[in-house]
C-alpha cells in the first residue's frame, strides 16, 4: 500500500479562512517530510519542511504540524487567499531510502473569493 | 532567483520514437532527479542522480530510460522507444544534498501517439 496518503481530495475554503491540509504516513522510516504546492501546469513548489526531531515548523503564513505518535502531518494556511488555489502534496524522505521523494495523492485546496 | 530550466515545454512523439527531455538544474546543486506525473495523479520517482552515477531508481525506471549529465549544466533524461503510457509531464528537480528539498522546474509534457 501507498505510505503517503492524503485524507480529502478537494478543500474548499472562504477567502481569509484558514485552511489545514492533512496526510499520513505509514512508514516509520520516514524522517524528513516536505509539503508542495502545486498550480495547473506547473512544477510542484517547495512551501515548507519538517524534520522527524520537530513537531512543528512555522513559515510565512504557513505552519507544518507532524504527529509521529499517529504518523500525521498537517499543513495550515492562515487567511487564505486566492492565489493559495492548487493543488497540495506531502512528500516523504526515508532514512532507508536515499534521496528518495514519495509523494501523496495531493489534495486540491478552492478558495473562494 | 536561480531555478531549474526544462526543455521543450511540450513533446509530441510517435510511439517507438527515442526522445531526450533536457534539463539545466541549478548551478550549484549536487543532486539530480526525474519524476514524472501522468496526468490527474500523483508526482513519481523515477531516478536520482549523484557524483555522475544514478543513486537510486524506481521500478518505473526500466531499460528504456536512461539519463546522462553531458558536460557541467545539463542532465537529460532519454527514453528509448516511447510507449504510449510514457505520456505524462516529466519533472526535473536538483538539490543541495541528502534530506534537503528538491527544486522542481516546470516540466516537459510528453505526448506519444
Known amino acids: 500500500g501507498e505510505s503517503v496518503g492524503l485524507h480529502l481530495p478537494t478543500l474548499s475554503v472562504q477567502e481569509g479562512d484558514n485552511s489545514i491540509i492533512n496526510c499520513a504516513y505509514s512508514?516509520?522510516?520516514?524522517?524528513?517530510f516536505i509539503w508542495y504546492k502545486q498550480e495547473s501546469g506547473k512544477g510542484p513548489q517547495f512551501i515548507i519542511d519538517?524534520?522527524?526531531?520537530?513537531d512543528k515548523r512555522q513559515g510565512q503564513r504557513v505552519t507544518v504540524l507532524l504527529n509521529k505518535t499517529v504518523k500525521h502531518l498537517s499543513l495550515q494556511i492562515a487567511a487564505t487567499q486566492p492565489g493559495d488555489s492548487a493543488v497540495y502534496f506531502c512528500?516523504?524522505?526515508?532514512?532507508?531510502?536515499?534521496?528518495?521523494?514519495?509523494f501523496g495523492g495531493g489534495t486540491r485546496l478552492m478558495v473562494k473569493p | 532567483e536561480p531555478e531549474v530550466t526544462q526543455t521543450p515545454s511540450h513533446q509530441v512523439t510517435q510511439m517507438g520514437q527515442e526522445v531526450i527531455l533536457r534539463c539545466v538544474p541549478i548551478?550549484?546543486?549536487?543532486?539530480f532527479y526525474w519524476y514524472r506525473q501522468i496526468l490527474g495523479q500523483k508526482v513519481e520517482f523515477l531516478v536520482s542522480?549523484?557524483?555522475?552515477?544514478?543513486?537510486?531508481k524506481s521500478e518505473i525506471f526500466d531499460d528504456q530510460f536512461s539519463v546522462e549529465r553531458p558536460d557541467g549544466s545539463n542532465f537529460t533524461l532519454k527514453i528509448r522507444s516511447t510507449k504510449l503510457e510514457d505520456s505524462a509531464m516529466y519533472f526535473c528537480?536538483?538539490?543541495?544534498?541528502?534530506?534537503?528539498?528538491?527544486?522542481f522546474g516546470q516540466g516537459t509534457r510528453l505526448t506519444v501517439v
Open positions: 542522480f549523484y557524483n555522475n552515477e544514478i543513486s537510486e
Open positions: 519538517i524534520r522527524s526531531n520537530m
Open positions: 548551478s550549484n546543486h549536487l543532486y
Open positions: 512528500a516523504e524522505i526515508r532514512s532507508n531510502a536515499g534521496n528518495m521523494l514519495t
Open positions: 512508514n516509520s522510516a520516514s524522517d524528513y
Open positions: 528537480a536538483s538539490g543541495t544534498g541528502r534530506m534537503t528539498e528538491a527544486f
